[in-house]
């Protein structure tokens, strides 16, 4: 089916594990994103990418790293996870620069103890 | 800095009508986007507005004043199933979406 899945959906991990969740679109977006959303808080962004290869910072990076390799793919890789970290992260794609329309997947709900 | 306003919570009784308002100061404006999104799921996009005016779609509609940096999404004939939170975003001038922290809209019988 077309669309944008997550996996995890519900991780929960131990401080200073690496954790990788992943995103899979099949709409060919150019651009997708990684966003973060805590009680009190807006949708934080993360990281996005315009296109394969292309990868940038969003507002809080910090501890984060992604990849692009295929359009299909964008991977978030906490590489060690601290309690701070613990949230509901969601992926997101959208057609083209000034397209707003954004296209989320379920969320993964990362707990970090 | 860039900011965009909405009221925490609000509630409402099934059948009337809610007015969310949202207030924005962002570098640029590329439209402003109101967003739903119910407990544990994720936001699915609920209207656009880049010019001043009203945006009817069924039972919510949409206004932006640019000059005045504000917003409000209206909802008629509340249904307990728009229980849900409603999120504000503005696209700056780089194409980035900027987030309100949201409303949660609480319909009552």
């Known amino acids: 089916d077309a669309g944008i899945t997550q996996s995890p959906r519900y991780k929960i991990t131990e401080t200073g594990r690496q954790v990788t969740l992943m995103c899979h679109q099949t709409w060919s977006h150019s651009y997708m994103f990684w966003y973060r959303q805590d009680l009190g808080h807006g949708l934080r962004l993360i990281y996005y990418s315009a296109a394969a290869d292309i990868t940038d910072k969003g507002e809080v990076p910090d501890g984060y790293v992604v990849s692009r390799s295929k359009t299909e793919n964008f991977p978030l890789t906490l590489e060690s996870a601290t309690r701070s970290q613990t949230s509901v992260y969601f992926c997101?794609?959208?057609?083209?620069?000034?397209?707003?329309?954004?296209?989320f997947g379920e969320g993964s709900r990362l707990t970090v103890l | 800095g860039q900011n965009i306003d909405q009221p925490t919570e609000m509630t409402a009784t099934e059948g009337a009508i809610v007015q969310i308002n949202c207030t924005y100061q962002?570098?640029?404006?590329?439209?402003l986007f109101w967003y739903q999104q119910h407990a544990g799921e994720a936001p699915t996009f609920l209207s656009y507005n880049v010019l001043d005016g009203l945006e009817e779609k069924g039972r919510f509609s949409s206004f932006l004043s640019r000059s005045k940096g504000y917003s409000y999404l209206l909802l008629k004939e509340l249904q307990m199933k728009d229980s849900a939170s409603y999120l504000c975003?503005?696209?700056?001038?780089?194409?980035?979406?900027?987030w309100g922290a949201g409303t949660k809209l609480i319909i009552k019988p």
């Open positions: 962002t570098s640029g404006f590329n439209g």
């Open positions: 997101a794609s959208r057609g083209g620069a000034d397209t707003g329309e954004l296209f």
């Open positions: 975003a503005v696209m700056d001038s780089n194409y980035q979406l900027i």
